[in-house]
């Protein structure tokens, strides 16, 4: 199983951006797609982005389409988030990770996860 650890996370006005990243280790990037949750308080785990193995397709959950950009570098074992126009309502738990098929969506075939990185967006 490849661990994850995401960093990243802080606490920004709206409007404003933040950077997570998810480094793996113990596997190569290349044999897993990944994906972004998030858990906000009180609530189920959200879907939020995922990359097939070969980043040629990204998906995005509607209430984070255009703001947010998920991206891979193999080379770096390294997954990123990129969140633009952040609001309240992204604040969360925010989870990365990983299933060794190409390409997922669902929670439940991801195998492998991240500690959690908070992201906290004030009004």
């Known amino acids: 199983q490849v661990q994850l650890e995401e960093s990243g996370g802080g606490m920004v006005q709206a409007g404003g951006s933040l950077r997570l990243s998810c480094a793996a280790s113990g596997g190569a990037l290349n044999n897993y797609a990944m994906g972004w949750f998030r858990q906000a308080p009180g609530k189920e785990h959200e879907f939020v982005a995922a990359v097939p193995r070969s980043a040629y397709i990204t998906y995005y959950a509607d209430s984070v389409k255009g703001r947010f950009t998920i991206s891979r570098d193999n080379a770096k074992n390294t997954v990123y988030l990129q969140m633009n126009s952040l609001k309240p309502e992204d604040t969360a738990v925010y989870y990365c990770?990983?299933?060794?098929?190409?390409?997922?969506?669902?929670?439940?075939?991801?195998?492998?996860w991240g500690q959690g990185t908070q992201v906290t967006v004030s009004s």
């Open positions: 990770a990983a299933t060794s098929m190409f390409r997922s969506r669902r929670r439940t075939d991801f195998t492998s």
